[in-house]
């Protein structure tokens, strides 16, 4: 299943001058990305990456030069390209992508915010994503996640690509996972390190779904080195209520 070609403007015109600075990042995902400590020396692939804001507040706060990042909005990687004239830019869907069309194959940092949970299969985005991660390295995704049912169905959980709050205007889905459903999955990947912060809040103005309230969460995820066997360590800091629903 191919994901969607998001052709709305209002990514373009959202993304040109929001997510562009460190502060202006949530602080779920400032707590996560300065917990795994990246450096100027790292090479940085963005999933989903807008006008490449995260490439410039990473350099801001962390030095990080060496920055590439996958667009599917064809104005926001127009954009991206006059922003960021250090980054590398491609127009592609993830799960399109050829190896060849990418300077490297593996990167110390793979990110995906605000990305994953808007597409047809956020699981096989999630493998592919992994897939870019060098030994040692992290993927750091957002997520939407409950402690009640999954739901990944576009009739039942959507939201409007409109940034005034507004239900008009294209659609995407707005994937909710239930938490034990996603770090199986991670678990899968047989990872060094699980981390993740999180915190409850109210679904977008612009979504429709029926839950009232979903816990935001950054997630780091350590791929070992092939020489490491030490067993899996997880750092979850997230609400009381939801962890205390997790079977690990």
Not at 68 to 93: C, P, Q, R
Not at 147 to 154: A, C, Q, V
Not at 190 to 206: C, D, E, M, V
Request: glycine residues 6%.
């Amino acid at each position: 299943m191919k994901n969607n070609v998001f052709k709305s403007n209002n990514l373009e015109e959202y993304f040109s001058k929001n997510r562009i600075n460190w502060k202006d990042f949530y602080p779920s995902e400032r707590k996560i990305i300065s917990f795994v400590k990246p450096n100027k020396s790292n090479n940085v692939l963005d999933i989903g990456c807008g006008c490449g804001g995260l490439g410039l507040a990473l350099r801001e706060k962390f030095g990080i030069v060496n920055y590439t990042g996958v667009e599917i909005n064809y104005k926001s990687f127009l954009t991206a390209k006059k922003m960021n004239k250090n980054g590398v830019f491609l127009l592609k869907d993830l799960l399109n992508i050829n190896n060849k069309e990418l300077k490297r194959n593996n990167f110390d940092f793979v990110f995906s915010l605000s990305c994953l949970d808007w597409n047809n299969n956020y699981l096989k985005m999630l493998n592919k994503s992994w897939d870019y991660v060098t030994d040692g390295g992290f993927l750091i995704v957002t997520l939407r996640l409950t402690d009640r049912k999954s739901i990944n169905n576009f009739s039942k959980s959507y939201q409007y690509i409109n940034y005034q709050g507004l239900k008009k205007g294209e659609k995407a889905r707005y994937v909710i996972l239930n938490v034990n459903e996603i770090l199986k999955n991670l678990k899968n990947f047989n990872p060094l390190k699980i981390i993740a912060h999180g915190y409850w809040g109210k679904p977008s103005t612009s979504a429709v779904t029926k839950y009232s309230k979903l816990c935001f969460t950054a997630i780091a995820i350590q791929k070992r080195k092939k020489i490491n066997v030490d067993k899996l360590i997880y750092k979850l800091n997230l609400p009381k209520d939801i962890l205390s629903t997790i079977n690990y």
